[in-house]
């Protein structure tokens, strides 16, 4: 202590902004003195960001180029040395997230990031296929994929930006703790640590950014989702009325604009949703006509008998309106 105390008398007249002042070290002074020149020394302290750069580039050299510079950088050394010791090993590297790690795969899953920069091609084809791919889907479909695909660009683009700031920040903290490193002692490791508190820190944006993304995609997927069922729902009595009109115009089953609005309004459905439906039914009849033969022949049945009981209910009216012949005989 003797030895770091004649250290501090040598430096007295250098402090960290460079000014002339007197360290309070014992004398034979008042206490006034001590605490005035402390008040120096905080005052120079707090004024140093009203430092021009010049200034302070000529303070920092005049300290750099200090005679007993070396001296107090290993007395720094070697009180940061004993303070040291009870943080040391406390500071573990943390797990990681597995919030983070869930976004990630599910962001991978959608297509919206993967291997390459872009996302995954791949995963990409496979997250638009669950909306479906048919004749009467390929407008939405396209308009999922054009969606998705600016969401991911969004993603990406605001993903470059929390990259570029993060590590222009952690580069300025790098350059500062590597020049204040020679004034004071710190470690590569320590240079380390507190890139990895700085990633930390901004990991909570990048989070943010990846669950609003995931919550866009989710929102996207249950609108089309959605929509397809609303589309596929048709009540019983509907797919009756179409399924009847189709086989019975098995031979030219391709409605009329009349036609398809009649049938529209039977079924309370869209014009859109019956020519949709009339081109995946000629679709699928195309591609298997032994699996619907069986079903054309049960509609032609009942056809059938529908026209059967409509003759016979003619019939009966008819006879039932008719006027009764009159009898033959003798008035009196």
């Known amino acids: 202590m003797e030895e770091q105390s004649h ?57 750099n180029c200090h005679r007993m510079k070396p001296a107090l950088f290993s007395v720094l050394c070697e009180i940061k040395e004993k303070t040291g ?37 791949a995963a990409f084809a496979t997250a638009t296929a669950a909306v479906g791919v048919g004749a009467d889907n390929s407008i939405e479909h396209s308009d999922y994929r054009a969606k998705l695909c600016q969401i991911r660009q969004i993603y990406h683009t605001e993903l470059e930006k929390y990259e570029q700031a993060c590590n222009e920040f952690t580069t300025h ?45 989710m929102i996207l997927r249950s609108r089309f989702l959605d929509a397809r069922r609303k589309r596929r729902n048709f009540s019983k009595q509907a797919t009756e009325i179409l399924n009847e009109y189709f086989y019975s115009h098995l031979s030219n089953p391709y409605p009329s604009e009349e036609a398809k609005e009649e049938l529209a309004k039977k079924c309370a459905i869209t014009l859109s949703q019956v020519s949709n439906w009339f081109g995946n039914k000629r679709i699928r009849y195309k591609k298997n006509i032994g699996k619907f033969q069986e ?7 009942k056809t059938a008998v529908t026209a059967t009981q409509a003759v016979a209910a003619a019939v009966h009216n008819s006879q039932t309106n008719s006027p009764a012949t009159p009898s033959s005989g003798v008035l009196n």
């Open 7 to 63: 250290l501090m008398q040598t430096l007295g007249g250098v402090t960290l902004t460079g000014h002339p002042v007197a360290l309070p070290v014992p004398h034979d002074g008042t206490d006034a003195r001590n605490k005035q020149d402390i008040g120096d020394i905080l005052h120079q302290i707090m004024t140093i960001t009203d430092q021009s750069l010049d200034e302070a580039q000529a303070k920092k050299h005049g300290l």
């Open 173 to 217: 903290v790098m350059n500062l703790l590597r020049e204040q490193s020679r004034t004071r002692p710190i470690s590569p490791k320590e240079i380390e640590r507190m890139v990895n508190i700085i990633h930390r820190k901004f990991s909570t944006i990048q989070m943010q950014l990846k669950q609003s993304t995931c919550e866009a995609v």
């Open 85 to 121: 010791l009870s943080i040391r090993g406390s500071q573990d590297e943390d797990p990681p997230d597995p919030q983070l790690m869930r976004l990630d795969n599910m962001l991978l899953a959608e297509g919206v990031s993967g291997p390459e920069k872009r996302g995954g091609t």
């Open 295 to 301: 079903e054309a022949n049960l509609y032609a049945a």
